[in-house]
């Protein structure tokens, strides 16, 4: 599988950025996004299975929307839009994608998103 991650950048505490990512070349289950704050072990944000059924966690419920973009239909891709964000939420963002066995999830490069008090 191929995953290719766009957005992220520098914001304010209370602004918004988006994400996006694209996987294709493969059966996706599900797909979605991981964080890594600096000195931080790499935890979960969110993702969206293949039927739509979003889950977050909890330090972002509310604040952040994954949605799926069904229009693309050559590859399964993910938009996060992230508001209200908070200097706790910067971190590199890693794109994922779950596939069914034998296959090992894939992982995008990470996106770096920074958010100044």
């Known amino acids: 599988v191929q995953l290719q991650a766009s957005g992220g950048g520098l914001v304010q505490t209370g602004g918004s950025l988006r994400l996006s990512c694209s996987a294709s070349?493969?059966?996706?289950?599900?797909m979605g996004w991981y964080r890594q704050a600096p000195g931080k072990r790499r935890t979960y944000v969110t993702s969206i299975t293949n039927g739509g059924i979003t889950n977050y966690d909890e330090a972002v419920k509310g604040r952040f929307t994954l949605s799926r973009d069904n229009k693309d239909t050559a590859a399964f891709t993910i938009n996060l839009q992230m508001d209200n964000l908070k200097p706790e939420d910067t971190a590199v963002y890693y794109c994922y994608a779950d596939l069914p066995p034998p296959w090992e999830d894939g992982w995008g490069q990470g996106t770096q998103v920074t958010v100044s008090s």
């Open positions: 070349g493969s059966i996706i289950n599900a």
